[in-house]
Nanobody
Framework: QVQLVESGGGLVQAGGSLRLSCAASGRTFIISAMGWFRQAPGREREFVAAISRSGTNTYYADSVKGRFTISRDNAKNTMYLQMNSLKPEDTAVYYC?????????????????WGQGTQVTVSS
C-alpha cells in the first residue's frame, strides 16, 4: 500500500552533518504521522524524531534534541532528517516510518509502514 525509501546515509566525521530523506510512494494519502528510528548493532530500535501530518508538531529523543531537525514536504511525499554535530554514538541504521493515525508516537510498534533503512556511520 505504501512504500518508504530512505536515502542520504553515509560515512561522516564527528561534528559533521548529514541529511536523510524518506520518499513515500503508493497510497500516500493514507499516511499521517511519520517518524525516524535507528538501530545500532546489538541494540533495540530506538526513537529519534517524529512529526505530525501538517509538520506543526515535532518530537525528539533527548539524545538528538538541538542537533537533529525533522521536517516533511507533503507535496513531494518526502520526510527529512537534518543531522548536525554528529557523534560516534549516532552510528546506526536509520529507518523512516509512517502510520495512518494522526498520533506521532515515540515507540515503533504503532507505525504501519517502514523503509529498508540507511546506514549512518560517524567516525571519531
Amino acid at each position: 500500500q505504501v512504500q518508504l525509501v530512505e536515502s542520504g546515509g553515509g560515512l561522516v566525521q564527528a561534528g559533521g552533518s548529514l541529511r536523510l530523506s524518506c520518499a513515500a510512494s503508493g497510497r500516500t494519502f493514507i499516511i499521517s504521522a511519520m517518524g525516524w528510528f535507528r538501530q545500532a548493532p546489538g541494540r533495540e530500535r530506538e526513537f529519534v524524531a517524529a512529526i505530525s501530518r501538517s509538520g506543526t508538531n515535532t518530537y525528539y529523543a533527548d539524545s538528538v534534541k538541538g542537533r537533529f531537525t525533522i521536517s516533511r514536504d507533503n507535496a513531494k511525499n518526502t520526510m527529512y532528517l537534518q543531522m548536525n554535530s554528529l557523534k560516534p554514538e549516532d552510528t546506526a541504521v536509520y529507518y523512516c516510518a509512517a502510520r495512518r493515525s494522526t498520533i506521532a508516537t515515540t515507540t515503533p510498534d504503532p507505525y504501519d509502514y517502514w523503509g529498508q533503512g540507511t546506514q549512518v556511520t560517524v567516525s571519531s
